[in-house]
């Protein structure tokens, strides 16, 4: 068995499936590179505190992607496209995939082990398992990244495997990207139980079904139902960026205790 730490970006709102009360005063989520490249504040201010549920899948603010409606108390949606299938060289392997529309249940977000996905980890994976796992496949252009299907498939297993439901924990952090002090790197913002990993998810494609797996997998959670079991460590900000802590009882390590 295993535990298991989710990254999120910053929220204003207390990660509650809604866009920033203040998007453009949020300047902590775009420590995140993908925040700090596709963030249109703007547009964001046009839909501020709009529930992600209400929204366009392709309208959504880029925390879709980093947590950022972790305690979300409705299911929404997020449309997720491989990075390779508009690649010229990828097309023989990614060409036929689609972009794939996600439904995310309530108090649920997507997990991605990229360390395990790295190309420079897989001798280090190999001698530590017993298990067989597949060749990777050459990749047509430089990448960092396993590019083999199977061998994919079979490094997210290993690492989904042992996160056991209703056992497992799962914390949430921020990592820089957060108002409360400069020199904290990781700040618990929330603490709750595994309640169920769900299956690999697979690309949507057309005229083949050589799929790669979609990396992301959706861990649902309990902080929306035992909130009291985790409050001791969530940080629940107020309608102002800065926001707030609270803290009902003990710190990160006695909340561990309490589940």
């Not at 794939?100 to 001698?127: C, G, K, N, W, Y």
């Not at 997998?217 to 802590?245: E, F, K, M």
Request: charged residues 25%; aromatic residues 8%; contains cysteine.
């Amino acid at each position: 068995m295993k535990h298991l730490t989710q990254r999120v970006a910053w929220h204003d709102q207390a990660w509650n499936g809604s866009v920033c009360a203040a998007p453009g005063e949020n300047s902590f989520c775009i420590a995140l590179d993908r925040i700090h490249e596709e963030r249109d504040d703007s547009y964001e201010a046009s839909i501020a505190s709009e529930p992600f549920d209400e929204l366009d899948p392709e309208g959504l603010p880029p925390c879709r992607a980093e947590g950022g409606a972790f305690m979300s108390p409705r299911p929404w949606t997020r449309e997720i496209k491989h990075p390779y299938q508009e690649f010229t060289n990828a097309d023989a392997t990614h060409g036929h995939l689609r972009p794939t529309p996600v439904t995310v249940p309530e108090h649920a977000t997507f997990a991605i082990p990229f360390s395990r996905m790295l190309r420079e980890a897989q001798d280090d994976i190999a001698s530590s398992t017993p298990d067989r796992i597949p060749e990777d496949q050459e990749p047509p252009f430089p990448t960092a990244w396993v590019f083999g299907r199977n061998r994919q498939r079979k490094l997210l297993k290993m690492f989904f495997d042992p996160i056991v439901p209703k056992r497992s924990l799962v914390f949430y952090y921020t990592k820089e990207g957060q108002p409360i002090a400069d020199d904290i790197t990781r700040l618990i913002v929330g603490v709750g139980s595994v309640t169920k990993v769900d299956e690999t998810l697979e690309y949507a494609s057309v005229g083949s079904a050589a799929t790669p797996p979609i990396w992301e997998h959706i861990v649902h959670h309990s902080n929306g139902r035992t909130v009291r079991r985790a409050s001791c460590c969530l940080t629940t900000p107020t309608s102002s960026p800065q926001g707030t802590i609270r803290r009902t009882r003990g710190d990160a390590t006695s909340c561990a205790r309490l589940q």
